[in-house]
Antibody, heavy 119, light 110 residues
Framework: QVQLVQSGAEVKKPGASVKVSCKASGNTFTSYSMHWVRQAPGQGLEWMGIINPSGGSTSYAQKFQGRVTMTRDTSTSTVYMDLSSLRSEDTAVYYC????????????WGQGTLVTVSS | QSALTQPASVSGSPGQSITISCTGTSSDVGSYNVVSWYQQYPGKAPKLMIYEVSKRPSGVSNRFSGSKSGNTASLTISGLQAEDEADYYCCSYAGSSSVVFGGGTKLTVL
């Protein structure tokens, strides 16, 4: 069974960076793309970007270009999302989600990581 | 890209059918059959309910169905049950290796 387990909640000051991890179970880590989606309190879902764990290629939503970096470690089946220059509007729950065979559909989700940005 | 447009809320009584619309543009919903729907309970991660416009993942009730016409996709829930009360989000591939979500619809079962 596929499981995505994310790192714990973070509290950061404005201007800082945060790195959230997502560890995938099973032995198919390099076969599926991984996405990051965030949800601000009381708001909707917002797609941030995609990483191909096989080759490490990425594509980011225009809104986050220059501030987000997605990486992976195939030895531990873990993907990472690094968001820099944090501001209060970045306070949200961040989810990793596995891409379905067509890549642009999210069939398994992590439990979410709350990132709070506050001075 | 701009978010897809969904009604903020819909409601229905147990046993009834409801439909949630998701309106995009010719650059997303209208161009690709990669529309998916997600159910989300408060404090929980979203769950895939419909993919590629009308396909259901294993384990999802056949009371859930999806369709698309032009730039608008729709999710229909028949035989409404109390457990269906949740937030629902549509999502579409938008080209150039990107996706866009709808703003979400809160379903209330009366």
């Amino acid at each position: 069974q596929v499981q995505l387990v994310q790192s714990g909640a973070e509290v950061k000051k404005p201007g800082a960076s945060v790195k959230v991890s997502c560890k995938a179970s099973g032995n198919t880590f390099t076969s599926y793309s991984m996405h990051w989606v965030r949800q601000a309190p009381g708001q909707g879902l917002e797609w941030m970007g995609i990483i191909n764990p096989s080759g490490g290629s990425t594509s980011y939503a225009q809104k986050f270009q220059g501030r987000v970096t997605m990486t992976r470690d195939t030895s531990t089946s873990t993907v990472y999302m690094d968001l820099s220059s944090l501001r209060s509007e970045d306070t949200a729950v961040y989810y990793c989600a596995r891409g379905h065979s067509s890549s642009w559909i999210f069939d398994y989700w992590g439990q979410g990581t709350l990132v709070t940005v506050s001075s | 890209q701009s978010a897809l447009t969904q009604p903020a809320s819909v409601s229905g009584s147990p046993g009834q059918s409801i439909t949630i619309s998701c309106t995009g543009t010719s650059s997303d919903v209208g161009s690709y059959n990669v529309v998916s729907w997600y159910q989300q309970y408060p404090g929980k991660a979203p769950k895939l309910m419909i993919y590629e416009v009308s396909k259901r993942p294993s384990g999802v009730s056949n009371r859930f169905s999806g369709s698309k016409s032009g730039n608008t996709a729709s999710l229909t829930i028949s035989g409404l049950q109390a457990e269906d009360e949740a937030d629902y989000y549509c999502c579409s591939y938008a080209g150039s290796s990107s996706v866009v979500f709808g703003g979400g619809t809160k379903l209330t079962v009366l």
